[in-house]
């Protein structure tokens, strides 16, 4: 499902829904069921029906406020309508009226979560390309190299161990996995627990991020001083941080 994979691109979280059962379905009006598909959904710890409109029949706002009125009082949990696609007029109508909806790959808006997440109504591989790389993507590649000798490593764990081990949300994991990806550095695999594969080995790791120009500098200002401040903590660097890291 659509829904699943867009959810999990931006919350960095699996769902898993599921049809409504025989004896739910029962129990509503025949015309729901001929009209839309039911899915379970736990998400965010909330109990939630999803409700897809079958075919391609014409949208109508007023009639589906009916329909989801209906719905909840007979199903008495909170609903959510998801559509492939939606106009601008539609989208202002719904949000109008607090209902919640979800267009797969476009926006996300629930306000009975207190969630409202959207992309730019355009074709997104249409963006103007990243060229470097996030932050916290090259945070995992620097982790990834340093730590080679370490029982713990980044290709053996899912993403949300990922995201405690280093400190980072599982959302900010998901981007820079992304961004990896887009770069053509990793390839995810697993359906339910994903996991990254570098697809080269560290030190070609490296010579293709240098030779792509990929790295973000993280120095932000240079200094010159005559005398090394005393009470500071400071770092080694370049050459002569090199015994440290040198067999």
């Given amino acids: 499902m659509k829904l699943s994979q867009y959810i999990f691109d931006i919350l960095g979280i699996d769902v898993h829904p599921e049809p409504i059962s025989i004896q739910q379905l029962g129990s509503l009006p025949m015309f729901i069921g001929e009209t839309y598909q039911l899915y379970n959904l736990l998400f965010l710890n909330q109990q939630l029906v999803l409700v897809e409109p079958k075919g391609k029949s014409e949208f109508s706002t007023l009639q589906t406020e009916k329909h989801l009125n209906q719905l909840k009082d007979k199903l008495e949990k909170k609903l959510v309508l998801v559509l492939n696609e939606i106009t601008a007029y539609e989208r202002k109508k719904l949000i109008e ?35 470097k790389l996030l932050p ?10 340093l ?14 161990e990922i995201a405690k081990e280093l400190g980072y949300t599982a959302m900010a994991i998901t981007k820079a ?29 490296w010579q293709v991020l240098e030779q792509g120009n990929l790295f973000v500098n993280p120095v932000l200002k240079r200094v010159y001083v005559d005398e090394k401040p005393s009470g500071v903590f400071m770092l080694h660097t370049n050459t002569s941080a090199l015994h440290e890291y040198s067999d």
């Fill in 147 to 160: 730590h080679r000798n370490e029982e713990w490593k980044l290709e053996e764990h899912s993403f949300k």
């Fill in 136 to 145: 916290s993507a090259q945070f995992m590649v620097i982790y990834h190299v």
């Fill in 97 to 131: 009226k607090g209902i919640n909806f979800i267009v797969p790959g476009k926006q996300l808006y629930l306000p009975d979560l207190l969630l409202d997440l959207r992309e730019n109504y355009t074709n997104l591989r249409a963006k103007r390309k990243i060229e």
């Fill in 177 to 205: 996995v992304n961004n990896l990806r887009y770069h053509e550095i990793i390839d995810v695999e697993g359906e339910k627990e994903k996991c990254i594969r570098f697809k080269h080995n560290r030190s070609e790791l």
